[in-house]
């Protein structure tokens, strides 16, 4: 067991201090019922399906990712009830765990056993994405990687006849032309990402990079489990239980 208080001064401690001090929009915390937490579930989305999944897991808290969108309207407001009216804390951290060393896009980027790891891509004055080395294997080889890793189907466009040895890795909405350019600079052959889009598809064929669309969800998913077990580790008994969402 756990008091909020305490759950948040954790949290708070695992991220250097400048990561939280200019993005206050890009992570909350709506912890509303003052109570002891016992049992957390985690997600990457904060939507009706992962809300209505921690109420049946029993969770007092449920970290994500993202918090509900805000461009989806009464959406938002409705993952808000339905967080009061099954006495759910909530906590979300977006763009400060996509920046971290045990966040979204370098937790993905070990997992693939990636090596001389850096951060690259800028997003609103942070790096978000990861570039590095990999065992060198054929495309299909690492197609077969991120699967397993991913434990997802992923889509894949083969757009180079090398072997794979570099590649950049920035999970979630890496659909932009402007994401494809860390790539580029960072001479990658192969770029994972969340989402695709026609565009990312021209551009990558153009300079020869490989694609490998893992889908928005799942590519984030280890890094929010990488920082919920870093979150658990302070405290004793604490359960945890991972949401299994659509990889939309
Ligand atoms: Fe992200
Ligand atoms: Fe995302």
Redesign the pocket.
């Known amino acids: 067991m756990a008091k909020l208080d305490d759950i948040k001064n954790v949290i708070i401690e695992l991220f250097p201090e400048n990561a939280l001090n200019d993005t206050t929009w890009e992570y909350g915390f709506k912890f509303n019922f003052d109570k002891q937490i016992k049992r957390i579930s985690y997600s990457t989305n904060s939507t009706p399906f992962t809300i209505t999944k921690a109420t049946e897991n029993n969770a007092d808290l449920l970290i994500t990712?993202h918090d509900a969108w805000p461009f989806m309207n009464e959406q938002k407001e409705y993952c808000n009830k339905l967080l009061e009216d099954n006495e759910i804390n909530h906590c979300f951290f977006?763009t400060p765990?996509?920046a971290s060393e045990f966040g979204?896009s370098y937790g993905l980027a070990s997992a693939l056993e990636m090596e001389n790891m850096k951060f690259t891509a800028p997003y609103y004055g942070h790096l978000?994405g990861v570039a590095g080395d990999i065992r060198s294997q054929s495309f299909n080889d690492l197609v077969t990687m991120c699967e397993k890793v991913l434990y997802a189907s992923v889509h894949s466009y083969q757009n180079n006849d090398n072997l794979c040895s570099r590649v950049l890795v920035i999970?979630?909405g890496g659909n932009e032309t402007s994401n494809l350019d860390s790539a580029i600079s960072e001479k990658c052959d192969t770029y994972i990402t969340g989402e695709y889009g026609m565009y990312l598809q021209h551009y990558a064929e153009y300079h020869k990079i490989n694609l490998i669309i893992g889908g928005h969800t799942k590519t984030?998913i280890i890094g929010v489990r990488n920082f919920v077990k870093r979150i658990v580790a302070d405290f004793n008994g604490l359960q945890i239980c991972e949401i299994d969402e659509p990889n939309y």
Do not use: A, K, M, P
């Open positions: 990712h977006h765990l996509d979204t978000v999970t979630g984030e």
